[in-house]
């Protein structure tokens, strides 16, 4: 089991989706997160005050999954979510100790699928 976590530009979530749908993973979380990389922020005027804004929105989505899905999913996250410019974002993939479903008690990889 792995866990697949992506952090992605928040416009790109719908197209993430749809290509994980399409390569038949639909289980997922998905969390509004802020961070800061290559982008590095930006300044900001307001009421006459400049601001510096060096975490800018992103979105982090969260997906176990058994070992044969491990491809698929990273392969189905880099389609929907690459533009070709800094900030496009990251993928980390680490490995799961153990899953549980809570309404069935099933751990494991039968808790996964």
Request: aromatic share 6%; with cysteine; net charge positive.
């Amino acid at each position: 089991m792995k866990k697949i976590e992506a952090i992605i530009q928040p416009e790109k979530l719908d197209d993430v989706k749809e290509e994980l749908f399409k390569a038949d993973i639909h289980k997922m979380t998905v969390s509004r997160v802020k961070g800061c990389g290559q982008q590095k922020g930006y300044t900001e005027s307001y009421r006459g005050q400049i601001y510096k804004v060096n975490l800018l929105p992103k979105i982090k989505i969260e997906i176990v999954v058994n070992e044969e899905y491990v491809k698929p999913t990273v392969d189905a996250i880099i389609k929907g979510a690459r533009t070709g410019n800094i900030g496009d974002g990251k993928i980390f993939i680490t490995d799961l100790a153990e899953c549980i479903r809570i309404r069935t008690g099933e751990s494991g990889e039968k808790a996964v699928g």
